[in-house]
């Protein structure tokens, strides 16, 4: 028992960790991880985080592919310059940033393992890309059961839980490697690794690209979580529909130097900011329907903190989009405050990171 609770302290330690993130390496070969591992499945990312010393370290791959016809002549090509890349039906597969590179020579679009944060039903290769994705970033476990722990979505509100399947294709693949995995919902995991001052007692929010994942905890218990179906992805498209341009160019757009704390300068930022705003109002609203309709909710004494993560936090003046909506609505608890996670992009990966620890056997 008292190692367990070492584990447990040193998993509070390391969630106060600061972060050091960097992209997976084109030619880079994966990690034999040295200590439990991390892992955000996300729609269009996977980062892998460990525990070193006075840090955290995370790398990040690209979760989509880009296919192009075989031949011998090309694959002497990509052998030579080191790209990620499987063989099938006589087609190469280009994995991560490898994919992404090829696709602008092409002036095409990547294609993605996953769709709206769960397995893309329409990608007949997604779950075995998404696995030769993964095996970018770790090497089968060095050490026989090793602690890993990846992140899931939430059950789509009003929708089909579609996440048992997703969730035990992953669980399937790790435990081929060697490792003993466990997943954590998103929504905890950003508490996880943001809350360790409020005792992990709060509402976790991870808006990535493919869906915004909600999580109520309670001394890091789960009491509500869920999620709804739209995200980044969903802003770029609409923004897209609305004024004539591809999702892609949209996303480019919205990432170099979009802002929601001063006027928009040109039709495709008035889109950007309409469509964040219908984004967060109904985030806002699905909370307020949820916490109304439980009896879950424990008796907390005092307001708890809600914070953000994920890549559609990022453009400044989202921080006093989300309070100003948040005035809107009726929550049945008190908000003591609204913080923007210290480094969105890898929160959830860290937050998965600060599980594993806990469960190191």
């Not at 694959?75 to 597969?93: A, C, G, P, R, T």
């Not at 476990?141 to 979505?153: A, D, T």
């Not at 081929?176 to 998103?186: A, D, T």
């Not at 964040?276 to 903190?305: A, F, G, N, Q």
């Amino acid at each position: 028992m008292a190692e367990n609770l070492e584990n447990v302290d040193t998993a509070i330690e390391a969630s106060k960790k600061v972060v050091v993130s960097r992209e997976k390496e084109i030619g880079e070969s994966a990690e034999h991880p040295k200590g439990p591992v991390g892992l955000d499945i996300g729609t269009s990312h996977i980062v892998m985080a460990q525990n070193k010393g006075k840090q955290v370290n995370t790398v990040k791959q690209l979760n989509a592919f880009f296919t192009i016809p075989y031949s011998k002549f090309t694959k002497k090509i990509l052998v030579e310059n080191d790209v990620s890349f499987y063989e099938k039906n006589n087609q190469f597969y280009i994995l991560g940033y490898s994919a992404e590179n090829f696709a602008k020579m092409f002036n095409a679009n990547t294609r993605r393992t996953m769709e709206q944060g769960l397995l893309n039903a329409h990608e007949e290769e997604g779950i075995t890309v998404l696995k030769s994705i993964i095996n970018t970033l770790i090497k089968d476990s060095p050490k026989r059961n090793e602690v890993i722990c990846f992140s899931v979505p939430g059950a789509p509100l009003g929708g089909p839980d579609s996440v048992v399947y997703h969730e035990s294709i992953i669980k399937m693949h790790l435990t081929s490697l060697g490792y003993k995995p466990s997943s954590i919902n998103e929504g905890l995991a950003t508490v996880m690794a943001e809350l360790a001052n409020d005792n992990f007692t709060g509402i976790g929010i991870s808006m990535g690209g493919g869906m915004c994942n909600i999580c109520l905890s309670y001394l890091s218990v789960p009491i509500i979580t869920y999620s709804i179906q739209k995200g980044g992805d969903y802003i770029d498209t609409m923004v897209g529909i609305s004024v004539g341009e591809k999702a892609t160019t949209i996303k480019s757009m919205k990432e170099k130097d979009f802002s929601l704390s001063s006027p928009p300068r040109n039709r495709v930022e008035t889109a950007l900011e309409i469509y964040y705003i219908e984004l967060v109002r109904s985030l806002l609203k699905s909370l307020e329907t949820t916490l109304l309709k439980t009896d879950k909710i424990p008796k907390i004494s005092t307001p708890i903190p809600i914070v953000l993560s994920g890549g559609t936090v990022l453009p400044n003046g989202f921080k006093e989009l989300f309070k100003k909506t948040l005035r809107e609505v009726n929550l049945p608890i008190n908000i003591s405050q609204v913080k923007i996670a210290d480094d969105p992009l890898n929160t959830t990966a860290k937050g998965a990171m600060v599980m594993a620890l806990s469960e190191e056997i």
